[in-house]
């Protein structure tokens, strides 16, 4: 049985400021409780250089992942990730056992572009 998601109105989905960066540097995260990567994201001139944590690791490699587009969502408060403090929430969505896949872009686009 399908689960209908909550409605919500399009000005509240405007508020959610999601933007397209490029990972810049990835490495292991081992102070996280789950395995993940840390992952500084450059979103251009306007937003610069963010960090974000990711639960990533089944699918992908840090050195993999450098120069890679990404999509984060910009304006949520940051969050602390053990001794990280994260800037930005990178998206993904679950494959079949569960594990993240990350959401890109399937042609280059100027990091900073806001999803719309």
Same mark, same amino acid.
């Given at each position: 049985? +399908?689960? $209908?998601? &909550?409605?919500? &109105?399009?000005? $509240?989905?405007?508020? #959610?400021?999601? /933007?397209?960066? /490029? #990972?810049?540097? +990835? +490495?292991?995260?081992?102070? +996280? /409780?789950?395995?993940?990567?840390?992952?500084?994201?450059?979103?251009?001139?306007?937003?610069?250089?963010?960090?974000?944590? &990711?639960?990533?690791t089944r699918h992908y490699q840090p050195d993999a992942l450098v120069g890679r587009q990404v999509l984060a969502v910009v304006n949520f408060p940051p969050r602390q990730i053990g001794p990280l403090m994260s800037e930005v929430l990178t998206l993904g969505v679950p494959d079949e056992d569960g594990e993240v896949v990350l959401i890109h872009p399937d042609l280059a686009v100027p990091a900073g572009g806001r999803m719309f």
């Open positions: 049985m +399908a689960v $209908d998601p &909550a409605v919500i &109105a399009f000005d $509240d989905f405007l508020k #959610v400021d999601i /933007r397209v960066g /490029r #990972v810049v540097e +990835a +490495a292991p995260f081992p102070e +996280a /409780r789950k395995p993940a990567i840390k992952l500084m994201i450059d979103f251009g001139p306007q937003l610069g250089v963010k960090k974000s944590t &990711a639960q990533i």
